[in-house]
């Protein structure tokens, strides 16, 4: 009953593509192995495919039924699962460090970006008003309270009329 545990759970960090990706593998390893002969293989397979739920799901259970019992239905039924409780826990386990690293990288991707645009208008400025415009700005942006999107259509208004 373990090595038919094992068997399919190794069978199932296989199964990308959904359960018939794997059918093949997991015929090969049923026969190679002498559980079942040709014939009964198709008929588990059969079975598999008209019962509602995931083909893989079903040929195990059914496998392990056959096999054991209720005990090798039950425990060739978890034997599936092993693959799919894996990635998630690794997943979830590397979830906040790649999520972290990748928020900061993306941070100084954008903080690139701004420097380079703010470069590409300064080099735009071309007299002082603009540059008091500019000041008074950021001034009223970092200083008061007041919602940037105020201060930004505030600026482009008096930017309108006086360029």
């Known amino acids: 009953m373990l090595k038919l545990f094992i068997t399919f759970a190794k069978i199932g960090f296989l199964a990308f593509g959904g359960g018939w990706s794997i059918i093949g593998i997991i015929q090969n390893t049923v026969l190679s192995n002498n559980w079942l002969t040709p014939q009964q293989f198709k008929e588990i397979l059969s079975v598999a495919q008209m019962t509602p739920g995931p083909v893989f799901l079903n040929l195990a259970t059914y496998l392990g039924l056959k096999m054991y019992g209720i005990k090798g239905a039950i425990l060739n039924s ?12 690794i997943f979830f386990l590397i979830r906040n460090k790649v999520s972290n690293k990748l928020i900061n990288a993306l941070k100084f991707g954008v903080i690139f970006l701004i420097i380079l645009t703010i470069q590409s208008l300064a080099l735009r400025i071309d007299n002082a008003f603009q540059i008091i415009l500019i000041l008074l700005a950021f001034i009223l942006f970092t200083k008061t309270k007041i919602d940037p999107i105020y201060i930004i259509l505030l600026s482009g208004i008096i930017g309108y009329f006086l360029f």
């Open 78 to 89: 978890f034997s599936v699962l092993v693959a799919p409780i894996t990635f998630t826990t």
